[in-house]
């Protein structure tokens, strides 16, 4: 149950790095990974180019327990994702004869076309990731699980993959608002966090309802125990930087 | 002039990572590069964690023209990137006394305390990024642009460190609404793209206003001309896939 399960998410599209598609995906993993019990420890995006795939994958793959990738994985010739994962496994890549069949049912005959197949393209030894709602299925590859890059698709594939996932235990946090601004407190609290060592403390300045700097202050540990203590080190901290001095 | 000026980003937070924060400098710093004529070729996030920092880093400045960072140079514990840019460069750092000279000027004695000192400390040889509006600066040392993570701050910061840099020939890109679904064009699509290797073609599904699947054809290339063959090779395209047949 100690064990931490870590995970790094590899966003493929040049339509991110052109910056004319704003991502939403990284935002929404991250907090779903977090709620389940796994850290996010790295996110790249990369073009659609097989060669900077390939390499982003290696390096995450074996370095964190799981990755998330999406994009790529439509009917397109710039959807290379699968072919990408294929050649990063070193495994054979086909038309998958379930998805293949399943296409059989949605699509006429003259509708599936070369491009409509190739998203039924899928690494061998993939295990699929679909639904009846969802038409060009994702997959899992040993411990690369491949995405959708359109939003809801891809969050319908999440909510398919995530039960099957190992979950560590869950990093535990609380936020709290500091009402003084970063700069005030950063002494006290960069001692409080050497006194914490189990617990990490972050601190996030925003400006608040009246425009002045605030901050928040935001402490997270796995260990309810030791997450109480240092909040109410931060409380007391707080409350000693308030009082008339 | 034909020189391709290349970027990558690197976002350092434990606050994307945990999902906390979503992240919206990645797609603004994207739009801007493209928007000069750098080409952003990757993007990573990393944790408040120096070593990860330092890998990233040494990973992006060699490999691309700049690399543009944001977060981590604030007042408390958990700001580690100054040191960490040092670290890279294996140069030393130590408080800039032009930042804390404008400091005195802003805070008084008992403000300017350690943790505000702290947001002085810049990397030996850097340039700072700063005008009257910015508190704490970011800085340039050698081909990477330290900015802040507060998305107003920089986005100030990158308006005054635009000017100073090479840029390159533009990316010229033209959107071309198909009325089509993404499956239906990609055969003929994809020739297009083999007959135009000087234009990029980039393929993007959406629900259009009546909720039909539809798509946006993106082409880009450098050169004008180019451009223009590509697009309306795509017209044409688009034109005899809606003739009656």
């Not at 399960?5 to 991250?30: H, M, P, Q, W, Y």
């Not at 006429?108 to 679909?130: F, V």
């Amino acid at each position: 149950m100690s064990e931490i399960i870590t995970a790094g998410i590899l966003v493929i599209g040049d339509e991110i790095l052109s910056g004319r598609t704003k991502d939403a995906n990284i935002g929404f993993i991250a907090e779903y990974l977090t709620n389940i019990g796994i850290d996010l420890r790295e996110v790249r995006v990369v073009a659609d180019d097989e060669a900077a795939i390939v390499e982003a994958l290696d390096a995450l793959r074996h370095r964190y327990t799981y990755v998330f990738s999406t994009g790529g994985i439509g009917p397109t010739h710039d959807d290379i994702t699968a072919d990408a994962v294929a050649k990063a496994f070193g495994v054979g890549i086909d038309h998958h004869p379930e998805v293949v069949a399943r296409f059989r049912e949605r699509f006429s005959e003259a509708e599936l076309n070369e491009a409509r197949l190739r998203m039924a393209r899928i690494p061998d030894g993939a295990e699929l990731i679909q639904s009846a709602t969802i038409l060009a299925p994702g997959f899992k590859i040993g411990n690369v699980i491949v995405l959708a890059g359109v939003p809801s698709i891809m969050q319908a594939m999440m909510d398919i993959v995530a039960p099957k996932l190992k979950s560590g235990v869950r990093m535990l946090s609380e936020s709290i608002r500091a009402n003084a601004r970063e700069g005030d407190i950063g002494g006290p609290l960069r001692a409080l966090a050497k006194a914490h060592p189990d617990a990490i403390i972050g601190s996030y300045p925003f400006l608040d309802e009246d425009k002045k700097p605030n901050t928040y202050l935001v402490v997270r540990s796995r260990d309810p125990d030791k997450l109480r203590d240092a909040v109410e080190g931060v409380k007391q901290m707080l409350g000693a930087l308030q009082a008339p001095q």
